[in-house]
């Protein structure tokens, strides 16, 4: 073990955050503003994965526009989504929410399947920037692609809800739907908003997954379990949070996978032990709300 491989192993797991964190800010957006657990989340991801994998194999569209159209269309298709499905789920009971959430996901997955087979596909797109190279350590161009847009993704979300009147809405909806209804603030129309800016993320985030990983039917699957993770590591809502919890989560896994015996074989493990972890000492996450009773 030297300085330079702790050193790659550093900034390519910073890297991966960047693609966490892109897919777990959509996510604790919806979820901390509307409380509906969305686990087809990971399915927007997968669609906007493919979408941007199709425009670039298919039509030679640059992954940088193929990102910013799969952000749009999986945005529209957030708002389709809720106004046909979600907008009724809301008014039943979290049980009800719960199942038709992963009904959606499950549906989203199979669609895929047929569509597309269940083939796992590389994009072999170009370094979109140079790799950072220095005293040993190589960092690929499109890692640094993936940590960078992660991050602006984040910066965006955050501005959105602090200094933006219809984040000022959601924050207000989250904290008391009725009392924002009673205000004069149209809450499912904010409630879909949420929908929407979180659907852009996950096809931003696909965009990302396509660029380093494979795109696979069910590769939104694999990542929103992390993402969940992070979320609640981070505190429900709090998208610095999940930033946070992203870096942790990454690094975490890529010191494990790269400096312990059969590492890479645990998966999910560092992701559980360490949610496991936070729990049992912080219940509401490392920078969530204590929920008052």
Not at 197 to 221: D, K, N, Q, T, W
């Amino acid at each position: 073990m030297t300085w330079a491989s702790i050193a790659q192993a550093v900034l390519l797991s910073l890297s991966i955050a960047g693609l966490y964190a892109a897919i777990a800010a959509g996510l604790t957006l919806t979820v901390g503003v509307t409380r509906i657990i969305n686990f087809a989340h990971g399915e927007f991801v997968m669609l906007g994965a493919f979408l941007t994998y199709a425009l670039f194999t298919l039509y030679g569209i640059s992954p940088w526009l193929g990102m910013v159209i799969s952000g749009a269309v999986m945005g529209l298709f957030s708002a389709l989504v809720y106004r046909m499905f979600l907008e009724r789920v809301l008014r039943q009971d979290e049980h009800n929410q719960l199942l038709a959430t992963l009904g959606l996901s499950i549906l989203l997955v199979n669609i895929a399947i047929i569509m597309w087979s269940p083939d796992p596909r590389v994009m072999q797109a170009p370094q979109l920037l140079p790799a950072l190279q220095f005293a040993g350590v190589t960092v690929p161009g499109n890692n640094l692609v993936v940590a960078g847009v992660g991050g602006l993704l984040f910066l965006m979300l955050q501005y959105i809800m602090r200094h933006t009147r219809y984040g000022r809405q959601m924050r207000f909806a989250s904290d008391d739907a009725e009392l924002a209804r009673h205000s004069g603030i149209d809450v499912d129309r904010i409630f879909e908003l949420s929908f929407v800016i979180g659907g852009f993320a996950a096809g931003v985030a696909g965009g990302l997954v396509a660029l380093i990983l494979y795109v696979h039917p069910s590769v939104g699957l694999d990542l929103v379990i992390r993402a969940f993770a992070i979320i609640t590591l981070g505190g429900l809502g709090n998208i610095p949070g999940a930033l946070i919890g992203a870096a942790i989560l990454a690094l975490a896994e890529g010191m494990t996978s790269t400096f312990v015996p059969h590492g890479g074989s645990f998966g999910f493990g560092v992701a559980f032990l360490l949610l496991l972890l936070v729990l049992v000492v912080r219940p509401n996450g490392l920078f969530g709300k204590q929920v008052q009773s």
